[in-house]
């Protein structure tokens, strides 16, 4: 579903997002870093679904409007290529493919 955003690479748009619960990852330094799951991300500015789900780092924008489960929020963020996938030289095993991902996620506001 992704695919979409191929052409836009690069852009910062407007979206909005239903936020459905917190979370916790591992970051580079070994420590748990708490994270946001927002479902059915729209594109603002033509009303049509990009993807269905997105993590992001629960950073300060977030922090700034108190997120409930199922609240709508409205957010900027850039779109940007990333590999994804299985890799593994010793075997000559290659299954990486390309997708696409929203990042640095700004003025994030809730919407009622």
């Given amino acids: 579903m992704r695919k979409g955003l191929a052409n836009q690479v690069g ?8 936020f459905v619960r917190f979370g916790k ?3 580079y330094h070994g420590f748990a870093e708490e994270t ?4 059915d991300i729209v594109d603002l500015e033509n009303n049509k679904i990009v993807t269905e789900h997105v993590w992001f780092s629960y950073t300060k924008s977030f922090q700034h ?9 409205e957010f900027e963020a850039r779109i940007k290529k990333y590999v994804k996938g299985y890799k593994n030289s010793r075997y000559k095993i290659d299954q990486r493919t390309e997708d696409y991902k929203l990042s ?3 003025k994030v506001t809730s919407k009622q």
Avoid: C, D, Y
């Fill in 11 to 18: 852009e910062r748009k407007k979206f909005q997002a239903t």
């Fill in 25 to 27: 990852k591992t970051n």
């Fill in 36 to 39: 946001v799951l927002l479902k």
């Fill in 65 to 73: 409007i108190s997120l409930i489960a199922g609240m709508h929020i």
């Fill in 104 to 106: 640095h996620p700004t």
